[in-house]
């Protein structure tokens, strides 16, 4: 199955001497130009071979597993069958495990579904029995004695709210403000209550054991509060042996007021928009979205923003211009990734909405303004790396370098210098599918798989032989190469190195 991936334009600022030539090739490898990250949510209407094939080759460089769905043996089959999929068609895919955490849910309801209507008065109660219109239990009761008289209480989305009048040893005593049907297991917010509870419960450290044994590259923690939340997941990681990265999941009025200690303790940050503008006003969202997304650059954190953005296509072939507008917006907020939930998960056209999705990506990274904001050296990103990352921006602008190369084993340098947001594609060379994996979720980090180089120019002949062969430069055009400190033992400090594709060295 031959493809054809087109290059996203990343300059309309770069000098007019500079060459930029589109991508074609005809084998569907992942090494293409690209700047936004696509994550995708895989389910029931995505997991098939039949549609998960074709799903990654239109460009996923990210698949969601939502523990909160299906069990770990059908887990397990969908990451072999991504694994296949991705190294037969040599395509660097990351495997992102989402927990649970400490979601309140309510008890079973008679019929499944219940109504109370606006005035009412429902009791939330601390024993396990079949709720009504009435009562209804909930499935962690030792949360209702930190949830105090005037305490907001949202049902399914904030869509069924209520305000605690009483609170007893007994439970609560709420006024419905807004009514409607009350079904079985529906998500309960607490916006107003301090809860002291666990971030991580027994079904998360059991999901984690089991993403450690299915080499998974990301861990997405739900519900944080504070930086102690991400530690204490750490903590477990680290006891385990490996280095899967973590994903922050912001969703909690308390984790943005902590933002910065978890953008710090984080390997990587999601704006889940969806708990978060129940758990807030929901006009603030957009603000404390682009106030995230700043910060995540700063700190040189890559940020993904997620919950509804094409939510149309669960049903639909196509999205609303207000849903395309607002994943542009996502993207010049300063996006390293944008997601997809139910859309792929259960909707009716999982590889049309990543096809829209790519497409709406592409357009949205021409945009100048959106790529000439360049972040300086700060108190944040600090050190020869960080040093390199900064400088590789500069040097390659003033020489009209069409692309930037780099020789990566951990993926810190790529991580750095995408943040920059530079004109030219960064192309990371690693020996490394753990890293390559990795760094699929950074903005405008493409990879390639190569042996370690013995010195500086093998490393150069390695880069040359890429850009040739994927068609992204010419004999003659000027190259940036980039080495972080310590990357080959022939060298211990960083360096940057200018050279012309096809140049003959000793």
Known sequence: MDREVPMRAHSSRASAGATQTPLKHSTPTNVSWLGTKVVATLGPGSSSPEVLEPLLLSGVHVVRINFSHGTLDEHKKVVERVREVATRHQLAVAVMGDLCGPKIRLGPVEDDAVTIETGGTLRIIADDVMGNADRVSTNQPEVLGDIKVGHRVLVDDGMIRFVVTESNEDGLICKCEVGGIVRSRKGVNLPDSDLQIDALTEKDIADLRWAVHNDLDYLAISFVRTADDVRQLRNLIQAECVDIHIVSKIETPQAVRDIDNIIEASDAILVARGDLGVEMDIVHVPRVQKEICARCRRYGTPVIIATQMLQTMVTEAIPTRAEVSDVANAIVDGADAVMLSAETAVGEHPIAA???????????????????????????????????????????????????????????????????????????????????????????????????????????????????????AKDGDPIVMGFGPASMEWGDTGSITIHRLGARRP
């Open 354 to 472: 990543v096809r829209i999705m790519n497409r709406i990506a592409s357009e949205a990274d021409r945009y100048d303004e959106h790529l000439s904001r360049a972040v300086p050296a700060n108190e944040f990103c600090r050190g020869v790396t960080a040093a390199v990352a900064h400088s590789i921006q500069s040097v390659a602008d003033h020489v009209d370098a069409v692309a930037v190369a780099i020789w990566t084993e951990k993926g810190v340098l790529a991580r750095l210098l995408s943040r920059h947001r530079i004109d030219q594609p960064i192309l990371a060379l690693t020996p490394s599918d753990t890293i390559r994996r990795r760094l699929a979720l950074y903005y405008g980090v493409t990879s390639a798989a190569v042996t370690k180089p013995r010195e500086t120019h093998d490393c150069l002949q390695k880069a040359d032989e890429v850009l040739a062969r994927e068609s992204w």
